[in-house]
């Protein structure tokens, strides 16, 4: 049992290594022709965990607008009831959690609300 979970450690770690000395990100996303960066499509080169396209060593803003059109799709805006565009009078901003530990979540502010929780913060 030890045996295999040492060979199975030693083999995430050489794939971890494998990726970082690619440039990050996904294995394999937008090498094959025709990936056409559709996610979910499960074709020859889509990205394994399914998330949407993104170019290897994303930047943060782009993780950021990611996560924020993600959270919008599930929660729309509350002045237009959309779940997609621009969201007149509110912001999409993370919370801290209450308790030591917890996870952190997203939700909507209106930009007083959001500078306010911002300067608590800090």
């Known amino acids: 049992m030890r045996l295999i979970a040492a060979e199975l450690a ?3 770690l050489l794939t971890a290594f494998a990726t970082l000395a690619r440039g990050g990100g996904h294995p394999g996303h937008g090498t094959a022709p025709g990936a056409g960066g559709r996610s979910g499509q499960g074709g020859v080169g889509s990205c394994p965990s399914g998330a949407r396209s ?3 060593g994303s930047s943060m803003r782009e993780l950021e607008a990611e996560r ?4 919008q799709r ?3 805006c509350p ?3 959309k779940s997609y565009g621009a969201c007149l009078g509110y912001v ?3 919370v801290a959690p209450a308790k030591p530990g917890a996870a ?3 939700r909507w502010m209106t930009p007083e609300e959001a500078q306010k929780a911002e300067d608590e913060r800090y």
């Open 10 to 12: 030693v083999a995430l």
């Open 54 to 56: 993104h170019s290897s």
């Open 68 to 71: 924020r059109d993600a959270f």
């Open 74 to 76: 599930r929660n729309p």
């Open 79 to 81: 002045s237009t009831g």
């Open 92 to 94: 999409v901003r993370d």
């Open 104 to 106: 952190w979540s997203m």
